[in-house]
T-cell receptor, first 113, second 114 residues
């Protein structure tokens, strides 16, 4: 296993379009997290899965955002009707236990034009 | 609400020398975890070191060590024998014991001068 994989690495989309990102965590990790990072800032929490259950969603995750983790394996993050303010790096991370640090993927950089 | 503050937007150090990055946090909790992550340019976030608040002993990982001052709510990172590969953004992060959400500082850009 080579770590957490995210696809695509870069996405440029026009305002109003829908986009979907994928995250493949480390196979034995049952916890999966999505964060958003804007330029010059630390990441901001978006949502958390334990196995297939989405246990927490940030208020940052508006109705246009939805995340899934079917069967407790890979996860998808969809943004509908994208806005320029959605431009950011979307980071996925996974962990086996809460008291360990996360393993992050390389992120998906979204640019909304 | 918990907050994490990194007061140094940028630090520079000569190769082979020692540098300390500062981090303070605000919490009313007694049990929590603190982390330092490294994010090289265009590369993924990597865990550098972690500290459990209930442990008095400062964590150490090779050239990286922390100075954890619980009463002062301070968590600084010391990098000894700085190497060119240490150049990156360094983020301090906090997590409550009963929570999975990391709260992050704004980061410190570390520049290594050859």
């Amino acid at each position: 296993d080579t770590g957490v994989s995210q696809d695509p690495r870069h996405k440029i989309t026009k305002r109003g379009q829908n986009v979907t990102f994928r995250c493949d965590p480390i196979s034995e990790h049952n916890r999966l997290y999505w964060y958003r990072q804007t330029l010059g800032q630390g990441p901001e929490f978006l949502t958390y899965f334990q196995n297939e259950a989405q246990l927490e969603k940030s208020r940052l995750l508006s109705d246009r955002f939805s995340a899934e983790r079917p069967k407790g394996s890979f996860s998808t993050l969809e943004i509908q009707r994208t806005e320029q303010g959605d431009s950011a790096m979307y980071l996925c991370a996974s962990s086996l236990k809460m008291d360990y640090g996360y393993t992050f993927g390389s992120g998906t950089r979204l640019t909304v034009v | 609400a918990q907050t994490v503050t990194q007061s140094q937007p940028e630090m520079s150090v000569q190769e082979a020398e020692t540098v300390t990055l500062s981090c303070t946090y605000d919490t009313s909790e007694s049990d929590y975890y603190l982390f330092w992550y490294k994010q090289p340019p265009s590369r993924q976030m990597i865990l550098v070191i972690r500290q459990e608040a209930y442990k008095q002993q400062n964590a150490t990982e090779n050239r990286f060590s922390v100075n954890f001052q619980k009463a002062a709510k301070s968590f600084s990172l010391k990098i000894s024998d700085s190497q060119l590969g240490d150049a990156a953004m360094y983020f301090c992060a906090y997590r409550r014991d009963s929570n999975y959400q990391l709260i992050w500082g704004a980061g410190t850009k570390l520049i290594i001068k050859p």
